[in-house]
DNA sequence: CCCTGAAAGTTAACGGTGTTAGCAAATCTC
DNA sequence: GAGATTTGCTAACACCGTTAACTTTCAGGG
């Protein structure tokens, strides 16, 4: 039987663990912010946490396993800032709140850039993200943030379909189109979500990776005014 | 008096010095395709080279400065390698220049991931460009490219320049102005040039580095649906 | 022709990294 | 309290960037 001392969340060693994990995340990422990607590292993390280096595989198998839980733990951030963000507007609206979703999500990148670049520049900056892989879950927890606005506005709005839809895409959308809940999306509309990812995608990171430094202090007015197009394409105009 | 021996380029001991300066970085460059950034050493270089590490220093001062010099090297490969495909096309015809420039950015950025990634994933991925430093003016010579052929369309078609022109805008893009030979540009056309760049870069950009893999395994209709666009803001349709 | 001096490359060493093996202590379970 | 498990340690290995000091090579001037 379970000592006296348990939470509901099974076992106060196990609790102290969690604890544990929690603080090699925190530590990494204070090292990512404050000093850049190559600072997160073992020796370094274990330092500033009054332990050795080796402790830490009590906790991550690898370096590598240990970045790869951060990436999921930011994930998770993001949805959570973006989930927010959708209920500063009610849930009638899904065109003012998919807008509020979008500010978030470029709020989001501009004030954590290190995160951001971890999360959205990696697959060929280093290491593969392997499909079955534990960042691709959380991955689509936040990507599904985005992908459930849309098929709202689909319901409420009027996307209009694009006449030529490439058959070799039919294959990889109905994958996607199994990861969202509710009623079955036409290809088509997927399409049209898909490609406002793409144009979403883009506006935030060309400003974040710092591509538009050589012209722009600031690029706000640039990102509106995609943002309106994207809204325009969902079929939720500017009211 | 120099030595018989010498060539134009200027003394045999500076050739031999350029091939190795060269050598150095073609060996880089093919870790880093290998086996991806992190491969990139001084003392795998050194090695695959038949030397050791520290004789590298005669050459560069540090593994910065010799991966800035290979992100140089890399701009001006790319920055050639989209001017040999306007040159596929007529010069009276700015619209299909651009087209076909636009689309070998896509294709070389698809057949160099890895270098695509040091380009354009960098000033947040680690450490920072500085302002005068000498990966500066490379990334200028590839985006004169660009802003050129943009110029010239500017002449021959007709953009339509935005009403609503940003007011803080005005002083930074009066210094992309000034990089741009020939005749001034409007600022509201600039405006209209930027906003290109950013959707360009943010088309490549999303495909390159993976975030369109979960739907489509070939997102090159979407490309050129977005380039499309893309011809259209500068007054070049499709014909 | 040899002599000089710069250039190129070497080895040895320092502190940093990820990672493994083996051990000691603390803690939970019975 | 005894046994088992978890947690953290030290020592060590191979790799990294970087520096210092030394040797070798070799072009060029007297």
């Not at 370096?63 to 949805?79: F, G, K, N, V």
């Not at 009638?92 to 954590?112: D, F, K, T, Y």
């Not at 079955?132 to 689909?154: E, I, K, N, Y």
Request: aromatic share 8%.
């Amino acid at each position: 039987m379970p000592s006296a001392s348990e939470t509901a969340a099974g076992g106060r060693r196990h609790r102290v663990r969690e604890e544990a994990l929690a603080e090699i995340l925190r530590t990494g990422r204070r090292l990512l912010v404050d000093e850049g990607p190559s600072a997160v590292t073992l020796r370094a993390i274990a330092r500033e946490m009054g332990m050795t280096a080796p402790g830490l595989y009590r906790y991550y198998a690898s370096h590598r396993d240990l970045i790869q839980a951060l990436t999921s733990h930011l994930y998770d951030e993001l949805a959570a800032a973006l989930a927010e963000a959708r209920e500063r507007r009610p849930a009638e609206e899904p065109g003012r709140q998919l807008r509020e979703v979008c500010r978030e999500l470029r709020r989001w990148a501009l004030a954590h850039p290190r995160e951001f670049g971890l999360l959205f520049a990696k697959p060929v900056t280093d290491a593969d993200t392997a499909p079955g892989s534990a960042a691709h879950d959380p991955s689509w927890r936040f990507g599904t943030v985005l992908l459930d606005l849309m098929v709202q506005l689909w319901h409420h709005g009027s996307i209009e379909p694009p006449n030529d839809l490439d058959p070799s895409w039919i294959v990889q959308l109905e994958e996607v189109r199994e990861h969202l809940a509710g009623e079955p999306v036409p290809l088509e509309i997927l399409y049209v979500f898909v490609s406002c990812w793409a144009r979403l995608y883009g506006a935030v990171a060309v400003e974040v990776f710092g591509h538009l430094d050589f012209a722009l202090t600031d690029p706000e007015p640039l990102f509106e005014h995609t943002l309106h197009d994207i809204l325009t394409a969902l079929g939720a105009s500017d009211r």
